[in-house]
Structure formats: C-alpha cells, structure tokens
C-alpha cells in the first residue's frame, strides 16, 4: 500500500535542522522527501496514517471481530506497534461508518413512487369526504326547510356527521386521543382540568405532524434518524460504559484508564459489525427473491447473536474472573446498560420528534 517519494538533496532535516543521511531523520524520525505532494499522496498518506499500513490494519480488525478482548489485552501489556491505537480505529471507524451510510443511496427504487401514490390516495379520500359531508349538509338544510328538522336539531346533525366523517377518515395509528386541536381547545374550555399543558403541547405537536405525514413516513422518518444517531448515541454512552465497568470491578487491580481502553475496543467492534450488516444487506438488497430473503434473515440473524454474546467471552478473558463470577456481573452489566443506553436513546427519539417538521 506504501508509496514512496524520492528524498530531498539537501540532507537537512525540515523539521528539527538535524543531519539525515537516510530516509528519516534520526533525530525527530521525520521523513526526508518533498513538502509539496500530489491529492493522490495525501489521500494514501491520511489512509496509512489511520490504518498503519496493511498487515496492521487487517490484523487490528480481524482481532477484533473474531477475537474478544485480545486487542485490549495486548494494548495493555505493551504490545502497541503491532496494532492501531485503540482512539485511532474508533475514529477510523466511526468515520467510515458515517462516511458509507451517507453516501450510500437507498436502494428500494419504488420509494419516491410509493410516496407519490400514498400523497394521492390521501387526497383522494379527503376530497371524498369532504364531497360527502357537503351532500349531506345539503340533504339537512333541504329537510329544515321541509319543517322536518328545527334551525338547532339541523345544525346538530350536520356538526355530528362532520365530526364523524372525520373521525372515520382520520389516520389515529399515530396519536393520543385527540384529533383537532378545536376539539381539545373546546374540551379544556369545558373543563380546564381536563387537559394539562404538558398533554396539550404533545397532542397539538402530533396533529400537526399528522397533518403533515402519512404514518408510513413517520416511521420511515424515525427509523432514518435512529440509524443516524446510533453513532452518536455510542460515542457519547463509552464514558458512561466505562465508568459503570469501573464500579463492578476492583480498584486497585483496574484502572478507569484500562476500562476505557476496554470500551474503545468493544464499542469498535459493535460500530464494525453494524457496519459490515448494513453493506451487505445493501448489497442483497439488489437482488429480491427467496434465497437472497433466506440469506438476508440467517446474516442479521448469526450477526446480531454475535453481537450481544460477544460481551460475555471479552468481559470473562480480559478481566480474568472465574466463569461463574463473570458470567452474573456480565448479565447485570448488560442490563445495565442497556436500560441506561436506551434512556439515551429515547432522548434521541424525543429529540427528533420535537424537531420533526
């Protein structure tokens, strides 16, 4: 993968003013070649940098895919040269992550159309029912004039139906209750109890996001962001993650530096493999029958279980307790967890509801 340029004439280093008779200095290891380099040698030269050359790199990752808690293991005990740091491939990584699911186009080809057919279809059965509401007003007035309805039974029975009509039409898979905000306003007006302003705001924001979406897309729109902050929800859990690992764990032997380093590792193995998950589901997405369903099912299947074990064997080799012992403070770690990291992650969902135009 390495490339290298021609050295520089001049022996003196440009960094620290030192004698070079070979390739890097000897006094600040600086390489002595050309300043100006092409795009194509920084592109090389900012992947080396972050992957450490080959061997290394694809070394690092198989470890960490296939082999629980010895990166860490060996990160601790000295061996550092052999590897990358532990910092440098989750940022390596994560930023791979990003980089990929942004630029990877979504490949179901029929979603614009199927977004255009439900816009219409909505349509459709609006002006439907506003066409069968106005008829039936029209049948009222003509029996009020009969004498067959008073001016107030009229004006009732037209209410009712309008109510009705929208009510029956009217998508509720996404709200609490309330389908208007003139309905919630003439219930407080009855009773101001009825409604605190807690409820009101919740209900008045999932009206208008009703208003706006069919229930299909605000699924679509929730499943997207949660792709999308699942990084970020990592990142900002791995302090928490590793200060929990420090608690269950004995002070003098382990160090919060040493549960960091633990972290760092997992929670690079996790960005990985949902990595690898989401290229290769889009990769069968392609293709649409029922051996690539089969293949599709079986791959997130194996990937996921693997995903959830591999804390149990990485917790037991890198902390050195007896099975048993790990195995009780795995299960309550990764209860844990998982109650505190889906707290965050509601955050993020209430987050992205509060901002959902």
Known sequence: MSHKNPLRKDKTCLNCNAVV???????????????????????????????????????????????????????????RLSYLAPVRLYIFISFVTFFLIAVIPDTDGE?????????????????DAKGAILEQQRKID?????????????DSLKKFIKEAKENQNYDDSFNFGYHSIEQMDSIRKANPDEINRLEYWLNKKTIAINDKYTSDEIKEKFVEEAEHNFPKTLFIYMPLFALILWLFHNK?????????????????????????????????????????????????????????????????????????????????????????????????????????H
């Open 252 to 356: 003098k032997r382990w160090y919060y530096f040493d549960h960091g380093i633990f972290t760092l590792h997992y929670f690079s193995f996790l960005l990985l493999l949902g990595l690898v998950l989401f290229l290769l589901n889009t990769l069968l997405d392609l293709g649409d029958n029922t051996i690539i369903t089969i293949v599709k099912f079986i791959m997130n299947f194996v990937g996921y279980i693997w995903m959830i074990y591999y804390f149990f064997p990485a917790h037991h080799r890198f902390y050195g307790e007896t099975r048993i012992v790990s195995f009780i403070k795995s299960i309550l770690l990764f209860f844990i967890n998982f109650i505190l990291f889906s707290i965050i992650l509601t955050l993020f969902f209430i987050y992205t509801f509060v901002n959902l």
């Open 142 to 154: 003509e029996l009020k004039k009969q004498g067959v309805f008073s001016e107030t039974e009229a």
């Open 21 to 79: 008779d070979q390739r890097f200095c000897p006094n600040c290891g600086q390489e002595n070649t050309d300043t100006r380099k092409t795009f194509h040698h920084l592109f090389i030269h900012f992947f080396e940098d972050l992957t450490h050359y080959e061997n290394a790199f694809w070394k690092t990752i198989r470890n960490l895919l296939f082999k629980p808690a010895s990166l860490t293991k060996e990160y601790l005990s000295g061996k």
């Open 111 to 127: 979603s614009e159309i199927v977004k255009v057919k439900e816009e219409k279809t909505t349509q459709e059965v609006n002006t």
